[in-house]
């Protein structure tokens, strides 16, 4: 018991002496404290601001590298050119703006191009509109940081064309939505942190242009660059140095400061946090600390005691525990031994289906299975398995066809079995019954599941095809192109959209003419579609959509005649065709007879206003012309009996009705002529053509003038009359809409280009079909005539004034 008395004095005692120590050196370690957290943070906000300057110069960089890549794209430089031409070059504005709102979707919030003059071509996206809060970058004047609500990269580019001279420029901007959050994250750091971003004054100025980040939101201000007391930080990251002060700021607060520069771009940082809120937590909980510390080393004494006591006691019960800890310990590895089989098999499974990917084959899928099935298993050295999928036999590397000893599991896809997955031991090796079996069991759920979804994506790949064949052709068929052109086009994305490409043909006959596809090339096609290995996974489960057959094909009507077919060829050795085919040649020869329809209802209407025409020329030539020529000779005969009569008045009367009938016969000759061309039957478009001129410039009385290569010679009679009316055309209109005193009417060759020109002094028009003296049957028949011979009609404004009609097709 005495023992025990002097062993609590020496422990009581030891307690007191170690209390005033550890009070000693708690008050110690605060003063080291404060300098090491005052040191470490310094360096903190260092490492921090340095962060945040690298993320800023590498966003400015980047936008500004985007924005020069941007303007030296080629479809931007064609289409600028192109519009420099001709300003009213409607494709080359709509490839430019289509271009433009793809870039809005890709990263910049608005885009705008202008030309060299200055001139806004096309615009997309909201610009900002606080560009008076922005912050130029040092020297680069082609690009400013604005703050609205976010950081924005205002940047400007010019663009170059081929030769290295300026056509025009772009201008950008773009979020920077990584330097906002990090522009924003100092509200994290405490209520007085601020982090300040400042541009250079301008010349002869102190003000800086500065944005400050703070817990009440950013701000922007302008400050003074250097103040009363001596320069500040932000003067010193301005001129390129960069480091970690201890300063008294503007409202007389001692702070911890950190600045650096951004040279790249011109402008300074600083991140700051007052002394006081830094060390307020350190001091109040060293305090806290303190008491704690005391109270814990006093209850330490009186429990030290305690627990000597209880020492002896402890070390009693130690030895029984020990003897229980043993005989768990030995039961414990038992269970670890199954708990390992377990965790094969579940790591197993993980690696399985980690490894299943529909992009995989069936053979790589089942190497994947073998790989991590072999060693799951209880013997993974004498282990083998196989898998028959579709009558097709996969087995692992160990497999010698020996074992008899064997686990076999289904594998059912879409209700019916389709296969199985059997493992191998030899006959002195037994299985796990229950678990390797469930084992088995699942992977072979996994590998069904995976079955059907490749099958899915298989029949999601082949309605891709399908559809993007349709648009394709339906997009490229229109009714100015030749039916050789309709029928290469169909050829061009049918043809890749089957399930042989390299192997099938197609035929399409159309009122006796023949069309045929050439042999398909992977590398010329029009477009390509990601396919993937041919092999399919479970025929079986194909064979109750497929047809089988050599020859797929649709007839072409129009109304309720046959007109032709399109058919589609294999090879006898490739026989198996899936009904879909069949569906998309069904569709596209529904295209091709709507197609039909519109092109010959187009010829119907042009063949319909020439036979008017016809016939109103016929009319007037052979019976009203007939007629009013009849009563000429007779108001003549009428003049001569009055005149005998002695009644000059009546003679002059009657003289002056044989006159005005004698103009109104040449002016229905003249109609006819211009209704019924005579000239272009008889002596072709050339001579109908300088007839045309002559007729015009004597009805008129203006200067209209034909200008030929005599070289030329159109012997194909429905070219020649398009020719001619569309002259005639062009020449009234030049003539009733545009006032025009002179007109040229020119054809030539260019190249290999057969060129009708039509050209006048007049006021001009276009073929703008808001315009309703330019928007009557008279164009819209030109512009048929047009796309029946395959040409291309234009209306261009002449430079010295006045328009010219060009209509320009390949020589015949």
Not at 124 to 149: H, N
Not at 273 to 288: G, N, Q, R, S, Y
Not at 726 to 749: C, D, M, Y
Request: aromatic share 6%; net charge negative.
């Amino acid at each position: 018991m005495f023992l025990n008395q002097e062993n609590d004095k020496i422990v009581l005692i030891g307690g007191l002496l170690l209390m005033g120590l550890t009070l000693v050196t708690g008050i110690a370690v605060y003063s080291v404290m404060r300098q090491q957290i005052e040191s470490s943070l310094g360096r903190g906000l260092d490492v921090a601001l340095q962060g945040k300057a690298h993320l800023l110069e590498s966003q400015i960089e980047k936008g500004l590298a985007d924005t020069r890549a941007l303007a030296s794209r080629p479809f931007l430089v064609q289409s600028i050119q192109q519009l420099k031409i001709h300003s009213d070059n409607h494709a080359a504005r709509g490839d430019l703006e289509s271009n433009i709102d793809s870039l809005i979707q890709s990263g910049f919030s608005a885009t705008v191009i202008y030309d060299m003059h200055g001139n806004q071509l096309v615009r997309a996206g909201r610009f900002s509109e606080k560009q008076a809060q922005a912050l130029p970058l040092g020297e680069m004047v082609d690009a400013t940081l604005i703050w609205d609500g976010e950081f924005v990269l205002h940047t400007r580019a010019t663009v170059f064309n081929q030769v290295g001279q300026p056509i025009g420029s772009i201008q950008t901007e773009t979020t920077l939505p990584q330097l906002t959050r990090s522009f924003s994250e100092i509200r994290s750091i405490g209520e007085s942190g601020t982090f300040m971003l400042c541009a250079p004054p301008q010349k002869n100025e102190q003000k800086m242009a500065c944005l400050i980040s703070q817990i009440d939101g950013v701000q922007f201000r302008y400050l003074t660059r250097v103040a009363e007391g001596g320069v500040l930080p932000m003067d010193y990251a301005l001129s390129g140095k960069s480091g970690v002060i201890a300063v008294t700021d503007y409202r007389n607060v001692s702070v911890i400061e950190a600045y650096a520069p951004l040279g790249a771009i011109g402008l300074g940082m600083i991140l700051k946090l007052d002394e006081a809120e830094l060390f307020k937590p350190v001091t109040e909980k060293l305090k806290i600390i303190m008491l704690y510390l005391g109270l814990l080393i006093i209850a330490e004494v009186l429990l030290l005691n305690w627990f000597i006591r209880k020492l002896i006691n402890s070390e009693r019960r130690a030895q029984i525990a020990k003897k229980k800890a043993e005989r768990f310990s030995y039961e414990l590895s038992l269970k670890e031994l199954e708990l390992r089989e377990r965790l094969k098999e579940i790591t197993c499974l993980y690696e399985i289906r980690r490894g299943i990917g529909t992009e995989l084959s069936v053979d790589e899928i089942c190497q994947q299975i073998f790989k991590h099935l072999i060693p799951g298993m209880q013997f993974p050295e004498t282990a083998s398995a196989s898998v028959e999928i579709d009558g097709k036999r996969f087995v692992s590397a160990t497999y010698t066809g020996l074992q008899d000893n064997t686990l076999v599991s289904k594998i059912i896809v879409n209700g019916q079995p389709c296969g199985q997955l059997s493992v191998y031991y030899p006959d002195d090796k037994a299985f796990l019954e229950v678990e390797e079996q469930k084992l088995i069991d699942t992977i072979t759920v996994d590998l069904a599941n995976w079955l059907e979804r490749k099958q899915v994506d298989e029949l999601l790949r082949e309605r891709l095809k399908e559809i993007t064949c349709l648009y394709e052709i339906r997009r490229g068929v229109s009714t100015e192109l030749s039916m050789d052109k309709v029928c290469q086009n169909i050829f061009d994305y049918l043809i890749p959209a089957l399930q042989f490409p390299e192997l099938a043909s197609a035929v399409i006959e159309l009122d006796g003419k023949r069309f045929i596809s050439g042999k398909y090339d992977a590398r010329q096609a029009k477009f390509h579609l990601s396919r993937a290995d041919q092999e399919r996974v479970c025929d079986d489960c194909y064979n109750h959509r497929d047809s089988v057959g050599h020859v797929l094909r649709s007839n072409i009507s129009l109304g309720s005649k046959s007109c032709g077919y399109i058919s589609v060829e294999y090879p006898e050795d490739r026989p198996l065709f899936i009904q879909e085919e069949q569906k998309l040649i069904d569709a596209i020869a529904s295209d091709l007879e709507s197609w039909l329809d519109r092109k010959r209802l187009e010829q119907a209407l042009v063949f319909v206003a020439e036979e008017q025409a016809h016939t109103i020329g016929q009319e007037l030539h052979d019976n009203l012309g007939q007629q009013i020529a009849a009563i000429s000779y007779q108001a003549r005969a009428l003049e001569k009996k009055i005149a005998v009569l002695g009644s000059d008045s009546m003679a002059a009367i009657a003289a002056s009705i044989a006159a005005q009938v004698q103009t109104a016969v040449v002016q229905i000759k003249q109609l006819a002529q211009g209704l019924l061309p005579f000239e272009l039957e008889a002596n072709g478009v050339v001579a109908a053509l300088e007839k045309l001129a002559s007729r015009i410039a004597s009805t008129y009385s203006i200067n209209c003038n034909f200008i030929c290569d005599n070289k030329i010679q159109i012997d194909d009679q429905n070219l020649a009359l398009n020719f001619y009316r569309v002259a005639q055309e062009a020449t009234n209109n030049a003539i009733r809409h545009g006032g025009a005193q002179h007109l040229t009417i020119s054809l030539a060759k260019e190249d290999d280009k057969l060129v009708l020109s039509i050209s006048d002094d007049g006021c001009g028009f276009s073929l703008d079909t808001n315009d309703k003296k330019t928007s009557g049957m008279g164009i819209k028949i030109m512009q048929y005539r047009a796309k029946q011979l395959g040409a291309k009609l234009n209306v261009l404004s002449r430079t010295e004034g006045g328009t010219e009609v060009r209509l320009e097709m390949g020589m015949v």
